[in-house]
C-alpha cells in the first residue's frame, strides 16, 4: 500500500468510524474465513456493520472520535463492529455468535460514545430491542387512561345490567 492509498483508507475509515457511538472491539483470532463470513452476515442483519481495520491505520483515523477512548484496546487483531442506531441487535448477534464461536471475544465496547466494560455486552444482550421497549412504554401511557374509562363505565354497565335482570325476571314472571 503506498502513501495515497494509506491515505485514502485513513479518511475513508476517518468518515464511517468518526463519529459512530455504539461500537464493539473484537479479537477475531483464530476465527475460520466462513466463520468470520457467517459473522458478517448476521451483523449486517442486525443492521450494523463489520469491519476489520489495521491498527496503526485505524488509531489515526479515530484519534479525535468517540471510539478513541478504546485506543488501548487495538492491538493483535481487531474488527469493529459497530451500529448507529440499534446497540441491543448488534450486541445480541454477537453474544450467540460467541456461544458458539469461542474464538470471538469482545475486547471493549463504546455505548452512547462513552467507554464501557466488554462484560457489558452480557448485559446489552439480555436487554429487550428498542420496539419491545417502545411498546412497553405506550402500555405503561395507555393504562392510566384505559383504567379511567373503565371507571367511569362502571355505572352504566351496572344500570344496564340490573334492567337487563329486571327485563328478564318480568319475562320469567310473564311466561
Do not use: C
Amino acid at each position: 500500500m503506498n502513501r495515497t492509498q494509506k491515505t485514502e483508507a485513513i479518511a475513508g475509515m476517518t468518515e464511517e468510524l468518526g463519529k459512530v457511538p455504539h461500537a464493539f472491539l473484537i479479537d477475531y483470532k483464530g476465527l475460520t474465513v466462513p466463520a468470520v463470513t457467517e459473522l458478517r452476515r448476521q451483523v449486517r442483519g442486525a443492521g450494523s456493520e463489520y469491519l476489520v481495520v489495521k491498527n496503526t491505520m485505524a488509531l489515526r483515523a479515530i484519534k479525535d472520535a468517540p471510539l478513541g477512548t478504546l485506543s488501548s484496546h487495538f492491538t493483535g487483531m481487531t474488527a469493529v463492529a459497530y451500529s448507529r442506531t440499534d446497540i441491543v441487535a448488534l450486541a445480541k448477534v454477537l453474544h450467540t455468535f460467541g456461544k458458539t464461536n469461542p474464538h470471538v471475544k469482545v475486547k471493549a465496547a463504546l455505548v452512547d460514545g462513552k467507554p464501557v466494560p466488554a462484560a457489558s455486552l452480557e448485559a446489552l444482550a439480555s436487554m429487550p430491542s428498542r420496539p419491545e421497549l417502545v411498546a412497553r412504554l405506550l402500555g405503561l401511557m395507555q393504562s392510566p387512561v384505559r383504567r379511567l374509562v373503565t371507571v367511569l363505565s362502571a355505572p352504566h354497565r351496572g344500570i344496564v345490567a340490573t334492567l337487563a335482570a329486571v327485563a328478564k325476571k318480568k319475562e320469567g314472571e310473564a311466561a
